[in-house]
Every structure is written in C-alpha cells, then in structure tokens.
C-alpha cells in the first residue's frame, strides 16, 4: 500500500448516509406531531440556494443522538440524525468526526471500509433506526412496508484545512481526491482517464471551495460551512431509492400477473370467480400509485434558474443515473398498462363465449322442445 498524505483537515466531518423506502407515502404535519425526537424542518441555507432551487416539502429532520458507529477497523463515535421524505424514504445519516490533523490520505482507508468493503453491520444498524423512526411516526405512514433494498452514500465534508485556505485545482492536482472517492488503497496509482473519470463532475463557485460528485461519494470543500451540497446530494440519493423500489415493485407484480393469466383456467370460470375484475383492479391501484410516486418526485425539487447548485444537482442526477432509472419504471408502468388492457380483453372474449355458449343452449333447448 502506497503513503498518501495530502492536506490536512483542522475541521471536517465524514456524512454516513443509508436511505430507506419504508412507506408508500408519509403525511409529514402528522409525522411531526407524532415524533418523538426532537424534530424541524430541513431547509437549505443562503440566499444562493434559495434562489436556484426550492423544495416545496422538505423532509422532516429528527434527531437521533450520539451512536457507536460499527466499521471494519472498529466502532467509532458518531451522531445520528434521520430525514423523512414525504414519498415513503426514511435517510439515516451519520456524522462522523475528522480528527484534526488527518491528512486525506489518511482517510482513504477509512473510504474503502465504508463503500468499497463495507461492514454488514452498519447497514443493519442504519435499518433498525429507520425501522425505529418508523413505527415512532405510526398512521402518518401510508402503507407501511418492509423492503430488503436500501441506497447508501458518504460525503467528506472539509470545512477548513490545517494549511489555510487551499485552491480547488491545488485540491485536484494534489489532495487524493479520485483515491478518496474510489477507496482506493491499491500500490498502484490510478490511470490518468480513471482519474478524469472521477473529477469529470466537479464544480467551484469560489476559488477556495470545491466540489467532487461520485456514483457513491463525494468530496466537498467548504469554508462558509453551509451544508447546501450534502443535502441536494442526499435529496438526488433518495429519488434513486425510490425508483429502484418501484422498478423491483414492478418486476415482482409483472410476474405474478404473468403466472396468474398462465394459471389460465376456463373461460366461465374466469367470468364467474371474477378472476379477471380483481387482475384489472390491482393493476389500475398500481399504475395510480405509480403515477402518483413520479408527480412526487417531479415536484420534490423546483430548479427556478440557472445557477451554481442547480447545475451541481443536474450533475448528481447524471452521475446517479436517474433518468435511465426513471425510463425503465416508465417503461414498465407502459407495459403494466398494457397488460391491463390484455386483461381486459381476456375478460371481454370470456363474456362473449358465455353469451355464446348460452345462445347454442337456448337454442338446443328449443329444437329438443320441439322435436318432443
């Protein structure tokens, strides 16, 4: 393994993040009544972001308290806080403290143990919290229910560095950041076009602040101390989440559906058992559902201009892959919807050859009452 050093950190803090989908939807008036903890609003600070983006119903911030934070080297100290979106994703997030004096290539390896050769311990504790948070919030929960999926991200947050005030391209020339964010140990360095491949989303708004957007971490720089890029970072997380939750939801129905109608069985017995009618309303109650989770998720964040964080978050659902994600559950929810519509007809031609077989009775009957 290679020394890396790097610049040292006087103030900085690593952000743990591990999102949830624990309910369809959440009232987020009655899930703050019904906490326990205490509980606000998330709002972004500074009048920049303000005026690039707004959230019409941010998340509803609770504060968890100090946790023993179980990684690969041991637990360390850290303070839990979890955020609940309105579309059903609990994030439990944990802050880790920088020691002052870490260099950041000190804290590649403490990277490697959380994303690259993580601890099954952390993602179990993180989903007893949301677990937690759950049940505490109770009937604000609409449809509660338990998923095995889960999305995680970790940012390291330097506020101020030993040195002073550092450039962001003295940050990228020489502070490990592409080894940060791949907890990368390795003896062997990086290629040059996996490097670029890692700074390829970074942005500054200032000389002295930076900012490094990875598919599972990120490296933020920032001497005002605002916590603006964290925050959009979890809020691009958790749409992700969200979309995964219904692509599998989808998978798993389409299948069921497709067993169902192979399950096949006579035409009146369809007709009379309703077999059809109940296919056609679970399928109309999911496309509602689904219709109604891509309206939330449109609406969650309102970019009004053309500025610093807006085309920072524009970069994250990028790196994230969002839009593809959004395609395939699209995608799905058209071919549910044909399904719908086969099921339908199923049900159309099943009334048909009823009334068919009922008409050839009719009208044996009649010829056999005749003929005696």
Known sequence: MRTLDGPRVADGEVLVYRLFDVADAVDLVAAERAASAPAGRLRLEGAQSASALEFPRPPLQLALGARDLPLPEGTRPAEASAHVFDYGVVSIRYRLPIAPGTSLGALVPLAEGLFVEPSPALDTAARREAEAVARALGSSLERPHAWEGLESYQVFLVRRF??????????????????????????????????????????????????????????????????????????????????????????????????????????????????????????????????????????????????????????????????????????????????????GDAADTSRSELLELAIILLIVFEIVAALT
Do not use: C
């Not at 989303?201 to 900012?211: C, E, K, N, V």
């Not at 998720?297 to 959004?326: C, H, M, T």
């Open 162 to 343: 030993e040195e002073g005030p550092i450039s962001a391209s003295d940050l990228l020339s020489g502070g490990h950041v592409p080894e940060l964010l791949l907890g990368e140990t390795s003896a062997v360095p990086l290629s040059a076009a996996e490097r670029q491949e890692v700074l390829s989303h970074r942005f500054s708004y200032l000389q002295d602040d930076l900012a490094v957007v990875h598919w599972n971490s990120a490296f933020v720089s920032e001497p005002s101390g605002v916590e603006d890029i964290p925050d959009l970072l979890e809020f691009a997380t958790a749409h992700l989440l969200e979309l995964r939750y219904y692509d599998a939801l989808l998978d798993t129905e389409l299948h069921r559906i497709y067993d169902e109608i192979e399950a096949g069985g006579s035409p009146v017995a369809n007709v009379f058992t309703r077999r059809y009618r109940k296919l056609q309303r679970r399928t109309a109650a999911l496309l509602l559902e689904l219709s109604e989770m891509i309206e939330r998720l449109e609406n969650a964040v309102k970019i009004v201009g053309d500025f610093y964080l807006a085309r920072l978050y524009q970069s994250a659902v990028r790196r994230f892959r969002l839009p593809a994600w959004q395609e395939s559950v699209l995608r799905k929810q058209r071919l549910l919807a044909e399904v719908n519509d086969l099921i």
